[in-house]
């Protein structure tokens, strides 16, 4: 007869998150139950070491070597020896929190909202594969909230947060020494901000053990909410008598939405890049998601000068090019004054040749610098 020890305790390791913004790594231990939550890059770590593209890892050993892959016993892909970690939960899909599910076994099953599959699999679309985001052939193992789900001695409850991309979720995780709440990212100040309460009332109803949480602004900031911020930047679009150019994440389609009813409130069109064209249109096969359809009068699509385009890009092209929805920047100079254009720092070069008229305004409407070479990017901006 042989006797097997079943441990009892229930334990936390933090891999990553910790005195950081993002590179959520964190692995609960409940009997001999391993569960992963989150699997992020460490974008504070990799600065120190790397400058993509023009310095970036060439293998695992070299990152691990850093310290920026921890060293995980049956985790990885690389590592021959057995799987020791029974899944990954994903909370939603910033490659801070998930994009360093590349390097885990494939035969660990890795759970994630059915919103962040399509993201992932959207980004796996436009982004070269490379060492450190390649998730193309991930089997997820997509939930909703509703769902419980049973990992060994664990059962996983999901509940929808808001955040600034869709598909975000906190974690009930019902563990042998009582719950463990994990909330991910979340917002109450955002467009759905009724989500986070919902998943706080849930918590506290749990009476958790353990919460495990994250904050960049646990001292006294001024937010505003989704509805305030649209009400602000219609204001300042409906006083501009030239273009209107828009900066926010491309994967903000909250911001996006606000965009697209304030310039269609103000007559104008909203142009989105390549890239949020084909985010959108992925989204729209989300049945709980309502977004903006490439097909709408007060959409466009905007194709920035350059010779080469990767396949997905002609595909779009070529998709709406004969219903004169593709504009380029001689294009969208004609019509300056019924234009919201969508851009990022890196497209300012188009700038240049799209010779902004007077009475055209720029909004930057994304996150504050938090770091110097954040701040560096910030002055060249103000450059322009």
């Known amino acids: 007869m042989k006797l097997h020890m079943v441990r009892t305790e229930t334990k936390l390791t933090f891999y990553g998150g910790v005195n950081e913004i993002g590179g959520n790594k964190i692995l609960l231990q409940d009997k001999d139950t391993r569960v992963f939550f989150d699997f992020g890059m460490s974008f504070s770590m990799r600065k120190q070491f790397y400058s993509p593209p023009f310095l970036s890892p060439k293998s695992e ?14 985790a990885y892909k690389f590592d021959p020896s057995p799987a020791e970690v029974d899944a990954v939960f994903i909370s939603h899909g910033h490659l801070d929190h998930c994009a360093y599910l590349s390097f885990i076994k494939r035969e660990i099953p890795i759970y994630c909202g059915e919103t962040t599959q399509i993201i992932l699999r959207a980004l796996s679309e436009i982004r070269r594969a490379d060492l450190e985001f390649s998730v193309s052939d991930i089997a997820f193992k997509p939930f909703r909230t509703g769902n419980k789900i049973k990992v060994g001695s664990l059962e996983i409850e999901p509940f929808h947060v808001d955040h600034s991309v869709p598909g975000a979720y906190g974690f009930l995780i019902h563990t ?30 749990a009476e958790p053990t353990a919460i495990i949480t994250e904050a960049t602004n646990m001292t006294g900031a001024t937010v505003s909410s989704e509805a305030e911020v649209e009400a602000k930047l219609n204001s300042i679009v409906a006083a501009a008598d030239g273009i209107v150019l828009a900066e926010f994440s491309y994967s903000d389609v909250d911001r996006l939405t606000s965009f697209y009813n304030i310039a269609k409130r103000n007559q104008r069109c909203l142009a989105v890049s390549l890239k ?8 729209r096969r989300d049945r709980g998601l309502t977004v903006p359809a490439l097909d709408d009068d007060a959409i466009l699509i905007f194709r920035k000068s350059k010779k080469r385009f990767d396949k997905w890009e002609s595909q779009l092209i070529e998709q709406y090019s004969g219903r004169g929805k593709i504009f ?57």
């Not at 050993?61 to 049956?74: H, T």
Request: proline share 4%; aromatic share 10%.
């Open 276 to 283: 949020q064209a084909h985010l959108l249109e992925a989204l």
């Open 176 to 205: 042998s020494n009582g719950t463990v709440v994990y909330t991910g990212d979340f917002r109450d100040h955002g467009a759905k901000p009724e989500l986070t309460r919902d998943f706080v009332e849930h918590a506290r109803k």
């Open 328 to 384: 380029d920047v001689f294009d969208v100079s004609k019509q300056q004054c019924k234009v919201v254009l969508a851009v990022s720092f890196y497209d300012f070069e188009e700038l240049i040749q799209l010779k902004p008229v007077a009475g055209s305004c720029y909004v930057l409407s994304a996150s504050e610098p938090f770091n110097e070479e954040m701040e560096l990017d910030y002055e060249r901006l103000i450059n322009w």
């Open 61 to 74: 050993s070299s990152l691990q070597e850093l310290g920026i892959l921890p060293r995980i016993k049956g």
